[in-house]
T-cell receptor, first 119, second 112 residues
Framework: ETGVTQTPRHLVMGMTNKKSLKCEQH?????MYWYKQSAKKPLELMFV???????ENNSVPSRFSPECPNSSHLFLHLHTLQPEDSALYLC??????????????????FGEGSRLTVL | ELKVEQNPLFLSMQEGKNYTIYCNYS?????LYWYRQDPGKSLESLFV???NGAVKQEGRLMASLDTKARLSTLHITAAVHDLSATYFC????????????WGAGTKLIIKP
């Protein structure tokens, strides 16, 4: 396996369900990210983990709960979601977290996303 | 306040033509990224532009950065169908602790 892999690729859930999205990176990177991509909107950063510690949480509702057990794996636990949470959820990794002062760094490597539909 | 604005948001063009996608930003930034996304696929990094006047080229795509004008362009030369995708620019926002601010994307359709 190479790059960043996400599972499942598609998920349909009811508003009362609990599910999880999984992300795995095989690049040896130190930082991992969850992004939300909705139609006709810019990418929204949800969470950032650097060396397994959460470093950013951009006012995301508590019905989204991230977990980073090690630097290669990232989860997004979902419960009691709303229909407006339907979107493509993208996982990404980068070599380091800080965008400042890194040569060509800051470049993000994305997974193919998990398409979530909340009924 | 829209910090990163792409123009146009949708573009349909014929193969063989040239066109330019614009990325304007309103914040202070020292680097700009261009990404490509095919339908149902991940975002793929195309270019990282690090300084004023930077120009990078890959095949039929050429990106440039003017930090004084706060403008980047992605120029497509003699377009081919395989370049159909959505293109995103993103800037490193120095006014907000180096957050990465994304444009809404330009959906490019190239017709044979």
């Amino acid at each position: 396996e190479t790059g960043v892999t996400q599972t499942p690729r598609h998920l349909v859930m009811g508003m009362t369900n609990k599910k999880s999205l999984k992300c795995e990176q095989h690049l040896g990177h130190n930082a991992m990210y969850w992004y939300k991509q909705s139609a006709k909107k810019p990418l929204e950063l949800m969470f950032v983990y650097s060396l397994e510690e959460r470093v950013e949480n951009n006012s995301v509702p508590s019905r989204f709960s991230p977990e980073c057990p090690n630097s290669s794996h990232l989860f997004l636990h979902l419960h009691t979601l709303q229909p407006e949470d339907s979107a493509l959820y993208l996982c990404a990794s980068s070599q380091v977290y800080s965008l400042a002062g890194v040569g060509r760094g800051g470049e993000l490597f994305f997974g193919e996303g998990s398409r979530l539909t909340v009924l | 306040e829209l910090k990163v604005e792409q123009n146009p948001l949708f573009l349909s063009m014929q193969e063989g033509k040239n066109y330019t996608i614009y990325c304007n930003y309103s914040t202070t930034s020292d680097r700009l990224y261009w990404y490509r996304q095919d339908p149902g696929k991940s975002l793929e990094s195309l270019f990282v532009l690090l300084s004023n006047g930077a120009v990078k080229q890959e095949g039929r795509l050429m990106a440039s950065l003017d930090t004084k004008a706060r403008l980047s362009t992605l120029h497509i030369t003699a377009a081919v169908h395989d370049l159909s995708a959505t293109y995103f620019c993103a800037v490193n926002d120095m006014d907000s602790n180096y957050q990465l601010i994304w444009g809404a994307g330009t959906k490019l359709i190239i017709k044979p």
